[in-house]
């Protein structure tokens, strides 16, 4: 099931009370937030459902001013606690962000859409420190 809110002029207060509800959610697997006015701390509760939420794998928050602590906030979610989520929509629309952590963001989406067995190499390798250009799978 798809949720379009996009281009409503939403603010993130009021978007936290959907992001809530969607907690428990069983059913959309899709929320379209494009246009909005959602910001970093949106980003910070978004990042909070995709570590217990699921179902969702497309959630399109382009062309919202979202800015580098919230895309960091919500990156170190992605690489973290989600394995499901595989968009984001196009991140190059939030200006906001700085383009290493789109392409940071882009890189765990894509990871979640190949396997979680890859993206966990790909973290362990990180974390030894050993480049982050290099992916191991078993």
Do not use: C
Not at 69 to 77: E, F, P, Q
Not at 102 to 129: C, P
């Amino acid at each position: 099931m798809k949720l379009d809110l996009s281009n409503n002029g939403l603010q993130s207060r009021v978007v936290a009370h959907l992001l809530d509800a969607l907690m428990t959610n069983n059913t959309v697997t899709e929320v379209n937030l494009h246009g909005n006015w959602l910001n970093d701390e949106f980003a910070s509760d978004l990042g909070e459902l995709l570590k217990e939420n699921p179902i969702l794998y497309k959630v399109d928050i382009s062309q919202n001013p979202i800015g580098n602590d919230g895309a960091l906030k919500l990156l170190d979610d992605l690489n973290s606690k989600n394995d499901t989520l595989n968009s984001l929509g196009d991140l190059s629309q939030n200006v906001l962000m700085g383009v290493k952590v789109r392409k940071d963001i882009e890189d765990a989406l894509w990871l979640n859409s190949v396997s979680s067995r890859a993206k966990q190499s790909k973290l362990k390798i990180e974390a030894n420190g050993r480049g982050k250009n290099f992916l191991e799978i078993d």
